[in-house]
């Protein structure tokens, strides 16, 4: 574990979780900090968590030191450390006896009201969140650093975004608002590829679609290609939006994404309920078929260039439904 150096446990835990009480023991959090892995390590492979956490148990590690891999490493800590707190909180706040779950009050101290609860694992879940978004945006940065380039840009949380049209967040976020979220583009990265394979895909050659990627990831795009580009990314993001919706607990969303698209409907996360959800699962759908059209129309246009072959166009479908007639 990435914790516990020289039996330090709860002093490294508190750098992060400055509100925690001193007197709490880290064998008490140890497990559920192991439990957060499941959180951390989808996002940023085994291979990356493994080259710090040796970087931490050598004696090269130094906790208040700049170096790319002391941060590294406690850009890991804060993630796990919100992320198992967040797993502990709740059944710490409790009493285990052989009567059931109680609640200690004393005249000094009263618990908390149930809103007050609710606020504080919303806040917790948001730091969890913003923590992990910190850590992924330092391997970004950081990507071609010698201590890192050779472990996080040959792993396959990397690699898996390399062929898509929308390769990032950014990108992401410049067709549908996501707050630039690394962590939700990369949650959102099977469903790119799905759409991109099932419907942006067929409406080329294969020759023409490997011109198009090839220059794609050569970065030197011709001015149609840029403009095919440009107008495939906008349905790609919405069918994928679209998908995830049906798919996807709509926690794992940025507050506020949907505010705008479902008014009256959708004001927060919690108010998601499942008419709603379809209803802006259609709505994102019928955008990203117009969207889809002007590819099309475009495609058609530019016939000359080679870059669209008429018979390969496929009947825009509704994904909605469990089956169409074509």
Known sequence: MIFNKNENGIKEVKRYLTFVYSGIEFRKLEYYIEFALRDVIPYISKEVYNLALNHYQSENYK????????????????????????????????????????IFVSDDE???????????????????????????????????????????????????????????????????????????????????????????RPCFSKESWDILMEQFLDDDLSDVNKEVVRLARIPLVLYSISLSISRLNISLFPEGVFNNY???????????????????QKNLFQDANSKMKKLHEFLRKNRESEIFEENTVVPIADITKKYIRL
């Open 262 to 280: 479902v008014t009256g409907q959708i004001n927060s996360k919690s108010t998601a309920y499942k008419t709603a959800r379809i209803d802006l």
């Open 110 to 200: 009263k618990p908390a009201f149930e809103w007050m609860i609710d606020s504080d694992n919303k806040n917790l879940l948001n730091i969890s969140y913003e923590s992990l978004e910190s850590l992924m945006e330092f391997l970004e940065d950081n990507k071609d650093d010698d201590d890192i380039v050779d472990v996080w840009t040959s792993t396959e949380a990397y690699k898996a975004t390399k062929e898509l049209i929308v390769q990032d967040a950014t990108t992401f976020n410049t067709v549908f608002p996501i707050d630039r979220s690394r962590r939700l583009y990369v949650t959102l990265v099977p469903f790119i590829r799905e759409v991109q394979n099932d419907y942006i």
């Open 63 to 102: 906790e208040d030191s700049d170096a790319t891999l002391d941060v590294l490493v406690r850009k890991i800590q804060a993630s796990l450390a919100f992320f198992g707190y967040k797993r502990f909180v709740p059944s710490n706040d409790l009493t285990h006896s052989e009567k059931g779950r109680q």
